[in-house]
């Protein structure tokens, strides 16, 4: 039997992070992990899927360099793309976590854990078992893609982990689900020359961000040469060997599509009935997320959940924040969780990017709200660039100029949704970033006369 102080399942973004602060909290530290260091952010979901979108934006701006007076022709490896992305990425990154791990002397263990009561593990690995206790367990396990009765997944019917380690590059691909990972995935496609079909049960594109986000979003995707069918519900599918054949509805009409590949992504659901939950006395909301409190402990007091596993917005950097949060309350600090300024992206063309409270949100709740816009078009290093379309949006206090949230659509917009969360986060208003230098010419600078505007002294609109 093995004696722990914390025991940490899962090595994501929220586990590995957990591991290394409560380690550097003083505690002694064991990582348990039954697949590979990093989890799926790192080996195939954020990670990669950016690595992929990168190398289409990449191939789509050479083929149109002309623009700049370039002349240029590319030709497409995608062998060599997955090979770049396997190895100078995420087999990269993947030795950097577990280097950190070994500094921060993480003891870490290999194989698959289950709960044999609410306060001890076993743990299973190439036919062996170990049985450990411990004083505080964190739950890091992520989440997997959900399958649908109507398209269950097959050699061409396939999940996202599927698709970003195709060896192939498909002539055509449908995407049922065009949430953030399938709408990224179907521009990183569409880029590298693919005919790609984005089919939606909903009447929009991106349904968790606001519609002059997403239209936005699915404007490029056309341009691009995506077929995109809201409103559309898939009722069966049928897989042969070299295609696959969907019947779809859409306006009361069934119509088939047939294509190379079909990505189901249409959510995820949490790995919480993977681990013999019902022995450690958790206790699980309806969807199979574990309850927590505001300092992530469940219904056990000795074990706490972060991640994908718990309510909320699946995102890696949330899971993160989590785990920092979590070590230092099983440190003795007090420390609660504060979803106050959480950013949210999707990395398409043009990115998009939200955090802190919409206007809609803020209305709904009595405050006196006002937004403010400034285009990117009026950027000058969006110009230079020649990628202006987009905006900054922010929400600020009618009266006291409180910044409330932002909305951002355009380049850098995941790089530039920081500050806006910086000033959520610390309470600052719009004078005290209009009174801030930026750097010009920057995208940055849309937030600075973003704020101008709002105060009544615009300089550049």
Known sequence: MNTCDTVIIGSGPGGYVAAIRCSQLGQNVTLIEKNVIGGTCLNVGCVPSKALLQAGHTYQEILHAEKFGITASGTLDFEKTQVWKNTQVVQKLRSGVTQLLKKNKVNVVFGEAKFTSKSS?????????????????????????????????????????????????????????????????????????????????????????????????????????????????????????????LTYKKADQEQTLESDLVLVSVGRRPNTDLININASGIELDPKGFVKVNKKSQSSNPNIYAIGDITAGLALAHKASYEAKIVAEVISGHPS??????????????????????????????????????????????????????????????????????AQIAGVSASEIISVVTLAIETGLTLEDIALTIFPHPSVSEAIMDNTEAGLGYPIHI
Do not use: Q
Request: proline share 5%.
């Open 121 to 245: 593990l076993s743990v299973s690995f190439e036919g062996k078992t170990e049985d450990y206790t411990f004083k505080n367990l964190i739950l890091a396990l992520g989440s997997r893609p959900i399958e649908i009765k109507a398209a269950p997944f097959g050699k061409r019917i396939v999940d996202s982990t599927g698709l970003l380690n195709i060896p192939f590059l498909p002539k055509t691909l449908s995407v049922i689900g065009a949430g953030y990972i399938g709408s990224e995935l179907a521009e990183a496609f569409a880029a590298f020359g693919t005919k790609v079909t984005l089919i939606e049960a909903t009447p929009g594109i991106l349904p968790g961000f606001n519609t002059k986000l997403s239209d936005l979003v699915k404007r490029n995707l056309t341009k691009l040469g995506v077929t995109i069918l809201t409103d559309a519900l898939v009722l069966s599918s049928k897989e042969d060997e070299d295609k696959v054949t």
């Open 336 to 405: 609660l969780i504060d979803y106050k300024a959480m950013p949210a992206v999707c990395y398409t063309t043009p990115e998009i990017a939200t955090t802190g409270k919409s206007l809609e949100e803020c209305l709904a709740l009595g405050l006196k709200a006002v937004a403010t816009d400034f285009p990117l078009a009026a950027n000058s290093r969006a110009i230079a660039a020649s990628k202006t379309e987009g905006f900054v949006r922010i929400i600020s206090d009618e009266k006291t100029k409180l910044i409330l949230g």
